[in-house]
């Protein structure tokens, strides 16, 4: 049987898919338990800061995690010594948090109100330090420009970075809107997007401008805290600018497929222990192959003020994620829609001001000061949604059985989705 470049790669794909497969389910190592112990010394080197309201997460060599007091600011690279309450993770109200650290390479953790003592510096590389650096530059200046909890929202949009009061995560995750403060594949395109612009107003030819194209993707992937949709986005940009580069067509789908293959070949880990994995991947199918369609058909839903994109979009990512959602989280928020159809179309406004009010700070306070205005109001209308839509008594817990209803429903709306051809064209180009 003759196999067309787009079915061999398919094949090739489905192969890594399932040796990754096999390879998370049988041959993942279990972290080891570690005993409680108190008043432990480490000496070691911080590989991620998270800062949040009134701590922060910092990640150090040799799969520990690390909560300390929110000052003094450690940054990645120094070497830190700190005493600590050592334990193991452990799942909490029906979360697998020990499965999932243990997907980032994670199976320690320490607390302390003490505060750390920096003994030294490992920047891993001018390079890595370098961007590390202006990475906490760019969060000094948006905590003195805008201050909590507009700052985190901000910090969210733009770069990923998780950091809000347990109070305001809690509303986010009520509204369905936690999504929208995680680096993803609409950061990495806008990314691609400015460069593109810039480079062709430079006058550079697409031929020579793809290593500066690539370089200014990887450079955000590492900006926005490595994470999993964040990988996942910058792969598949990339992939589709390397075929563009090679004078090859492929669709959306090949592409999906071969950075599924790449990342879980990597650490297969991802495939049960990283619900985010799950949700990123899906999403992007449903946003590939349902979008598209419903934004043509649904003719009913005006389009201004981007109303139907919001809308479809929301639709057929949520759609497609749903079984993660009810089996992994066993709750559902029957506000999400409306939230986001009310909060997505602000979205690329409030990050092109907010990263405007950020590059032009060091220029002009004047000029910043201007640029903030719409960020501001942006802000503060992302906010106002998610606090009232959160009062809503619409997020609620999921029976077992109930969730096995509704996955039978999905499946049954899943095939009758692909008889129709939605997700067949998608499939057979």
Not at 12 to 24: D, E, H, K, N, S
Not at 167 to 188: C, D, K, M, P
Not at 323 to 334: A, C, D, T
Request: net charge positive; aromatic share 10%.
């Amino acid at each position: 049987m003759n196999l067309t470049p787009s079915q061999t790669l398919r094949t090739l794909c489905a192969v890594f898919l399932v040796v990754a497969t096999v390879r998370g389910i049988f041959f993942s190592p279990v972290a080891s338990s570690v005993p409680q112990e108190d008043g432990v010394l480490v000496e070691s080197t911080v590989l991620r800061v998270e800062v949040g309201v009134d701590r922060q997460k910092i990640t150090l060599e040799d799969g520990l995690l690390a909560f300390i007091p929110r000052y003094p600011l450690v940054h990645y690279g120094d070497r830190v010594r700190l005493m600590c309450d050592m334990s193991s993770p452990e799942p909490f109200e029906g979360f697998a948090y020990d499965r999932y650290l243990a997907a980032k390479g994670i199976d320690r953790l320490c607390f302390t109100r003490k505060t750390p003592i920096v003994i030294g510096e490992d920047r891993g590389g001018v390079m890595m330090g370098t961007l590390q650096d202006w990475r906490a530059g760019v969060m000094a200046t948006i905590d003195l420009a805008y201050g909590e909890p507009h700052a985190s929202l901000l910090a969210g949009l733009l770069f990923g970075e998780k950091r809000f009061s347990d109070r305001w995560e809690q509303l986010f995750i009520r509204t369905g809107t936690s999504h929208i403060v995680a680096a993803s594949g609409y950061n990495v395109s806008m990314v691609m997007i400015i460069s593109s612009f810039v480079l062709a107003t430079l006058g550079m030819r697409r031929r020579k401008a793809f290593g500066f194209l690539i370089a200014a993707t990887v450079g955000y992937v590492l900006f926005a805290g490595f994470e999993t949709a964040v990988i996942r986005a910058g792969v598949m940009g990339a992939l589709v600018m390397t075929s563009y580069q090679v004078g090859r067509k492929t669709t959306m789908t090949n592409v999906l497929l071969l950075t599924a293959a790449i990342m879980l070949t990597i650490n297969p880990r991802l495939l049960l222990d990283d619900a985010a994995f799950g949700l990123s991947f899906l999403s992007t199918i449903g946003l590939i192959c349902l979008t598209p369609k419903w934004k043509i058909s649904w003719t009913w839903i005006p389009e201004r003020f981007l109303i139907r994109e919001s809308l479809t979009s929301t639709l057929a990512a949520t759609l497609m994620s749903f079984p993660i959602l009810i089996f992994q989280f066993g709750k559902i928020s029957l506000v999400s829609v409306f939230t986001n159809v009310l909060i997505l179309p602000a979205v690329p406004f409030v990050m092109a001001s907010g990263a405007l009010s950020i590059f032009v700070s060091p220029l002009s306070v004047d000029i910043a000061r201007l640029a903030s205005l719409p960020t501001v109001a942006g802000l503060n209308w992302m906010l106002w949604i998610v606090e009232k839509g959160a009062d809503l008594p619409l997020y609620f817990d999921v029976p077992a059985m109930l969730s096995v209803i509704l996955f039978i429903l999905w499946l049954i709306l899943m095939k009758r989705i692909w008889t129709r051809s939605v997700l067949l064209k998608s499939f057979s180009v």
